[in-house]
């Protein structure tokens, strides 16, 4: 039915909110139960007290049921550019003995290809199968580990519980039997319906970290960029714009989530504390922010209007379409807080020099183009992956030569630089933009993030 375009998901998704209301009743009467035992609270206040909070079981369960129909829709959206991602997670279930594909009346392989050659992806029934299961097995594994245990991720509880509960009863909230086992539920939850099926498995094979340093990764991109309060923005946008306006601005949410939680687990150590790092990287995103309409390059700045102008016609208020079009260039904020750091500047010193190196080589350009590739081989992916992250090291590694060459205005610096590697500079700028005139390839990014890297040596 859904292959002959039937617009279906399973049971398992339209029923979802019994088995929700059941888990929530349960567990809020597990908070309230040392109450109940030392006398603090009767079983008649009890039932009274729940039932002040049906109305705020109901909106949870309900937003649940939202998010993940939502998920799948966002994964229909991308089609066949994520079927890859969508098989290797199906394979590395078998693998673990997980998931039964006959079972689970999922394609086999000669299938799986078939639909490729024809253009068509898994159908939403299939994509709601693997999303129950890549909830299950990240659940599972968050339990195995002791990512969940950060201090910072015990307030995942309170996206769990209604809000009654907390303002009347926060230690029952904060020590209940099965803290553990909420976190990981709110995490599992929350990491597969915003970063699709895959985000995990994806993650992980592009770094080998561990489902608990990929939770942590996640929350630390969640709160720096302040993904939830602008989701919450799209989602106020429901019957104001069309279905598909508002799947492109989630998916742009998606695009920055994957991407800079891909950045904290290859440049930074999660594990050793999130607050601190999700501090220090929020003030470089607000920093970064506020430059915005007076440091970024002029074909930036254009660029960002025009993705507004576009929006707004459709739409989308002003503010929303604003804080989405700024997303790419706010993605740079984790390297220009890296180079900060290492170089002692402030940020915005860090961003004036970032953006003269990312002037000078076009690289916007390349970057833009590189991410608007679109591959169907896992490898070929991953090569893609590798290049664009080579290429932003060099663009570090290049920035912290502008701002290591004295102690004056960055303007300054960076003129100074162009001058004393003006050869270098020239000859690399122009063998980049040879190769990335035309289609861009990943063995002609592969060669252009060489060249920048060899550039960044000799300073």
């Known amino acids: 039915f859904a292959l002959a375009g039937g617009r279906i998901n399973t049971d398992a998704i339209d029923n979802s909110a019994g088995v929700n209301s059941s888990d929530l009743e349960v567990n809020i009467k597990i908070a309230l139960a040392p109450l109940l035992a030392d006398g603090s609270l009767s079983i008649e206040q009890r039932n009274a007290f729940l039932a002040t909070m049906t109305d705020e079981v109901a909106a949870l369960c309900l937003r649940n049921n939202y998010l993940q129909s939502l998920a799948i829709s966002l994964a229909e959206r991308a089609g066949v550019s994520e079927l890859p991602d969508h098989r290797e997670l199906i394979e590395t279930l078998e693998q673990r003995g997980l998931l039964d594909r006959a079972v689970e009346f999922l394609p086999a392989d000669p299938a799986i290809e078939a639909r490729v050659a024809s253009g068509k992806a898994l159908t939403r029934p299939e994509l709601a199968v693997i999303l129950a299961y890549a909830k299950l097995t990240l659940y599972a594994d968050l339990l195995e580990g002791h990512a969940i245990d950060d201090d910072y991720l015990a307030r995942e509880l309170h996206r769990y519980f209604p809000p009654t509960l907390h303002a009347s009863y926060p230690d029952a909230v904060g020590q209940h039997r099965l ?182 080589f076009d690289l916007w350009r390349v970057i833009s183009q590189g991410q608007d590739i679109v591959l169907g081989d896992r490898f070929e992916r991953m090569a893609l992956d590798r290049a664009l992250a080579n290429l932003m090291r060099a663009q570090r590694d290049l920035t912290a030569d502008v701002l290591k060459a004295g102690d004056g205005p960055v303007a300054d610096r960076v003129a ?44």
């Open 179 to 360: 803290k553990r086992e909420v976190i990981a539920t709110v995490l599992a939850n929350a990491m597969i319906n915003r970063g699709g099926p895959a985000y995990v498995s994806e993650l992980t094979a592009a770094t080998s970290a561990s489902p608990g340093e990929i939770a942590l990764a996640y929350a630390a991109t969640r709160d720096v960029y302040g993904l939830g309060e602008l989701n919450a923005a799209i989602d106020a946008l429901d019957g104001q714009v069309s279905g598909v306006v508002q799947l492109e601005l989630y998916g742009r949410v998606m695009e920055l989530l994957r991407g800079e939680s891909l950045w904290f687990l290859r440049n930074s150590v999660v594990s050793q504390g999130l607050a601190g790092l999700v501090e220090r990287h929020a003030g470089g995103v607000a920093a970064l922010r506020t430059m915005l309409k007076s440091a970024l390059p002029a074909s930036l700045s254009e660029g960002i209007d025009q993705q507004v102008s576009r929006l707004v016609e459709a739409g989308v208020p002003e503010t929303v379409a604003r804080a989405v079009a700024e997303l790419d260039v706010l993605s740079y904020a984790s390297d220009i807080v890296l180079v900060s750091e290492r170089c002692a500047v402030s940020v915005g010193e860090s961003a004036a020099a970032f953006f003269g190196v990312l002037t000078t």
């Open 416 to 459: 100074g630089w162009a001058v004393r590697h003006k050869a270098g500079i020239e000859r690399t700028r122009i063998a980049v933009a040879e190769l990335t005139q035309g289609e861009l390839t990943v063995s002609r990014l592969t060669v252009a993030a060489g060249l920048l890297a060899d550039l960044a040596q000799e300073g």
